[in-house]
C-alpha cells in the first residue's frame, strides 16, 4: 500500500463538496481517485480541528 500526499486545496476543495454541496463519499472518492477511508479521516481531522 503507498501513503499518498494530497495537496491541502484538494482536500479543502473534496470537504467543501461533501459539507457543503452534499456530495457523497462515494461519488467524491471515485471522482477524485482517494484512497478508502481517505475523505472519512479528512473529515475526522476536520471535526477535531474545528
Known amino acids: ?7 491541502l486545496e ?3 476543495k473534496v470537504l467543501r463538496l461533501y459539507l457543503e454541496e452534499g ?4 461519488s ?3 471522482e477524485y481517485n482517494l ?3 481517505t475523505l ?3 473529515l475526522q481531522q476536520y471535526r477535531k480541528e474545528c
Open 35 to 37: 484512497g478508502q477511508g
Open 10 to 12: 484538494l482536500k479543502q
Open 1 to 7: 500500500m503507498t501513503n499518498n500526499r494530497y495537496e
Open 28 to 30: 467524491l472518492t471515485e
Open 40 to 42: 472519512t479521516y479528512w
Open 23 to 26: 456530495r457523497t463519499k462515494k
